[in-house]
Nanobody, 124 residues
Framework: QVQLVESGGGLVQAGGSLRLSCAASGRSFSSYDLGWFRQAPGKEREFVSS????????YYADSVKGRFTISRDNAKSTVYLQMNSLKPEDTAVYLC?????????????????WGQGTQVTVSS
């Protein structure tokens, strides 16, 4: 079983930066791919970024490309999401999850072991 715990959220002004962390415990961290999603009030869960088990391949939503960077440290069993040039529309709960299949997908139902999420609020 895999447990994921997100941290690093907070309140930041537009144009600012935050770094989110997702710490894993349980099954070997380096054996699975991971994704970040976000969910704003009244909206569906939205794909943000994903990374393969070795960190060699990353994917991003068009809305965050060039501003967000995903990375992972397998020795620390942690995946990160560096968020720069934040905008008010980035405000949401950010969640990490393990991808259940071996190829890229943006579909939330192809991910499991969801963390509890961390709130990111960007003020204008």
């Amino acid at each position: 079983q895999v447990q994921l715990v997100e941290s690093g959220g907070g309140l930041v002004q537009a144009g600012g930066s935050l770094r989110l962390s997702c710490a894993a415990s349980g099954r070997s961290f380096s054996s699975y791919d991971l994704g970040w999603f976000r969910q704003a009030p009244g909206k569906e869960r939205e794909f943000v970024s994903s990374i393969t088990r070795t960190g060699g391949i990353t994917y991003y939503a068009d809305s965050v490309k060039g501003r967000f960077t995903i990375s992972r440290d397998n020795a620390k069993s942690t995946v990160y999401l560096q968020m720069n040039s934040l905008k008010p529309e980035d405000t949401a709960v950010y969640l990490c999850a393990r991808r259940r299949i071996d190829f890229h997908t943006r579909l939330p139902n192809m991910y499991d072991n969801w963390g509890q999420g961390t709130q990111v609020t960007v003020s204008s």
